[in-house]
């Protein structure tokens, strides 16, 4: 399935793809890499094949990942809420939550100040505040993992 990126955000540049390919392109001293992505909706599945690309239905699409079998599949997913408002987040524990289950659950950690930033450094932003102020004011989705790192 395809993982759009975005090259800008507010006029930025984000060098998202540059995180993402920092660790097999030896660019680590330059870009923290991007390791893993935070999707609306719960459409992605472990094992499920990734098309990593920019310019999405635009004639400068551009799929990057080929080539990198680390960066062809998902290892996994969180569920995710993002309280921006707050600056709260939430991050399912197991697998998958049930119908049944809600946000006052025990399996939803709250993450605290040091994990919300690590979040953050880890989808690409550079700080915690940039995350928030993207997902304002409240987010519901998934994380979408291609390392083994959980948070």
């Not at 998202?16 to 992505?37: C, M, S, V, W």
């Not at 996994?76 to 809600?102: F, H, M």
């Not at 100040?113 to 995350?131: R, T, Y």
């Amino acid at each position: 399935m395809i993982l759009g990126f975005k090259t800008h955000i507010h006029g930025k540049p984000t060098y998202f793809k540059e995180k993402i390919l920092a660790p097999y392109t030896g660019n680590q001293d330059r870009f923290r890499p991007k390791i893993h992505t935070i999707r609306k909706g719960f459409r992605w599945k472990e094992g499920m094949r990734i098309h990593m690309a920019t310019g999405i239905r635009t004639k400068n699409y551009h799929q990057f990942n080929q080539g990198i079998p680390q960066l062809e599949h998902c290892t996994g997913t969180q569920d995710i809420w993002i309280y921006a408002r707050d600056q709260r987040i939430l991050v399912w524990e197991k697998d998958r939550p049930e119908a049944s289950e809600t946000v006052t659950d025990g399996s939803w950690k709250e993450l605290d100040k040091a994990a919300m930033q690590e979040l953050a450094l880890n989808d690409g932003f550079d700080s915690l505040q940039e995350l928030f102020d993207w997902f304002f004011p409240i987010f519901g989705g998934q994380i979408v993992h291609w390392t083994g790192v959980r948070h």
